[in-house]
């Protein structure tokens, strides 16, 4: 019995350097494409939101069509058939991150929308009245609060990114998943190998969250949400 518990021990130390270089590169694709689809998100939500009739179409053909696939579906569609068809020779950790941010982006710019649209309309008169023109209002006025007023909800990008980057494994992407697999069929330790691969998750989990709740703590407007008795 203490042969078999020694041998389990010795398998998750012999893997803990491998699967952390997993990790880091787990938390590199989750925060490029966090990255990817908060640039995206805010191009596509101005056009949803100030463009012309035929931008908010295209916007809304874009969120359709992403939101209405599944992650492996769009990383095998970029990766086996649209990126080759216009002759790009793109790795796979690249596409992973490109194709994540691309959907994420969907996600984003309705977030985004939403804030937007629950701005008081006054705010653009009263910037344009002052002589702003509308590029400005819109980044000088209402940018700056949407980001801020979003985060809450911007912040579930995080968690639903973490848990998605396990797809990339489908390409090829060596990241944390991947990484515990090769060592699975290495060592037979299934379960205490995939059990150590969910905890790294959770904690990869906690603390982006808790780090995003103290950048939310500290940008928030105050008198917004059920914060106002904390500010007196």
Partial sequence: MFESVGQIFGSVTNAFGYLMEGTLITLELVGLS????????????????????????????YVWFFRGLPNLILLFLFYFAFFPM???????FAVAFIVLGM?????????FRGVIESLSEGQMLAARSLGMTKIQAIFFIIIPQTLRLALPSWANEYPVLLTDSAVASAIGVTELLTRTGHQVAATGEAMILYLSCAVIFIIMNYLGMFIIQRIEKHIRIPGFGNNDSEQI
């Fill in 86 to 92: 216009m002759n790009l020779d793109i790795p796979p």
């Fill in 34 to 61: 966090l990255l990817v689809g908060f640039i995206i998100g805010v191009i596509l939500c101005l056009g949803q939101v100030y463009g012309p009739k035929v931008i908010r179409g295209i916007v809304h053909i």
């Fill in 103 to 111: 959907r994420s982006a969907a996600y984003q710019s309705q977030i």
